[in-house]
């Protein structure tokens, strides 16, 4: 299984990014995907998820500018990122677990996961 993040760059605050996470060796429709984000010196956190069943949740200080989406035929999730803020900086990743194991937020119940994206909002 591996999971393939992409999309990550420099942005101005205010502006927008895409990012992808392409896998293979798994499919989408039967695991929850979500991204997570890692700021320098901070932990993990959880940003979006989508469920199997397409449901999606978000973290308060993203909801109304992030949005998580899915192409089962491309197998690949993305994250659009709109208005970013310097705070929105950090490495961004994203992970998969099956549909019935835990709980979407928490990193630890995630099987796989692919390597982070960096995404840096400059002031």
């Known amino acids: 299984v591996q999971l393939q993040a992409s999309g990550g760059g420099l942005v101005q605050a205010g502006g927008s990014l895409r990012l992808s996470c392409a896998a293979s060796?798994?499919?989408?429709?039967?695991?929850?995907t979500g991204w997570f984000r890692q700021a320098p010196g901070k932990e993990r956190e959880f940003v979006a998820s989508?469920?199997?069943?397409?449901?999606?949740n978000y973290a308060d200080s993203v909801k109304g500018r992030f949005t998580i989406s899915r192409d089962l035929a491309k197998n690949t999730v993305y994250l659009e990122m709109n208005s970013l803020v310097p705070e929105d900086t950090a490495a961004y990743y994203c992970?998969?677990?099956?549909?019935?194991?835990?709980?979407?937020?928490?990193?630890?119940?995630?099987?796989?996961w692919g390597q982070g994206t960096l995404v840096t909002v400059s002031s």
């Open positions: 992970g998969a677990k099956p549909r019935y194991r835990g709980t979407y937020y928490l990193d630890n119940d995630y099987t796989y």
């Open positions: 060796g798994l499919t989408f429709g039967i695991y929850t």
């Open positions: 989508i469920s199997s069943a397409g449901s999606k």
